[in-house]
């Protein structure tokens, strides 16, 4: 047995830890608090494994759920980025950049690389695979926020536009969810007021 690797890998198994306390925007369904990044994440695994089947392209599904399970990992130096606050986002890229460089070379040097080229493959959001990963990441705050009956959308009064724009290449991983999300789920609370019509 290799100590050092298993040293290194529990070291980054404790780090990762940390993610558990990076608050997100979003409420849980029920509203009675917002929920973290690494329940987050856990939201969006699961949601992999039912929703697959709505992919526009075949995914591998254990790909998929592992770069939604490590997409947000960088957000332990960064913090958050809420996905409408544009100042925020013009520093995210450089953020993350830097604390990707020093969370996966805590890994081995393999299981480094591999973390790093699929956070780097969720973020170029090319493949059939990341397309999908981004597609969950859209879709399970929109989920979250129709349950809290709009809570985190009205408070913050996000507008359509603002929803549309960030929604704007979900269809690439799933036509069909970005569909029921932009039926089901958003103009009914645009129609409640919960989100503002511009």
Same mark, same amino acid.
């Given at each position: ?16 830890? /940390? ?36 992919? *526009? ?7 998929? +759920?592992? +770069? ?18 544009? *100042? ?24 480094? /690389? ?23 990441? *859209? ?5 979250? *926020?129709?349950?809290?009956?709009? /809570? ?34 958003? +103009? ?11």
């Amino acid at each position: 047995m290799d100590k050092d690797r298993l040293d290194r890998q529990i070291e980054f198994i404790r780090e990762i830890d /940390k993610e558990k306390s990076i608050g997100r925007q979003t409420y849980l369904a029920d509203a009675s608090r917002k929920e973290d990044d690494a329940e987050h994440a856990w939201h969006m695994a699961i949601m992999t494994v039912l929703l697959s089947e709505y992919a *526009n392209e075949k995914i591998d599904v254990l790909r998929t +759920m592992t +770069m939604l399970l490590i997409h947000d990992l960088v957000e332990i130096d960064a913090g958050d980025t809420y996905a409408y606050d544009e *100042n925020a986002k013009k520093t995210q890229r450089e953020r993350e950049l830097k604390c990707a460089d020093r969370i996966f070379s805590i890994l081995p040097e393999d299981q480094g /690389k591999y973390m790093r080229e699929l956070w780097e493959e969720f973020e170029a959001q090319e493949t059939p695979e990341a397309k999908f990963a981004r597609t969950m990441d *859209n879709f399970q705050p929109v989920i979250l *926020n129709d349950a809290s009956k709009g /809570k985190s959308w009205a408070e913050k009064g996000v507008h359509l536009s603002q929803i549309l724009k960030r929604n704007a290449r979900t269809g690439e991983g799933s036509e069909e969810i970005w569909k029921y999300s932009y039926e089901k789920l958003i +103009m009914p609370n645009v129609k409640k007021g919960n989100i503002k019509e511009d």
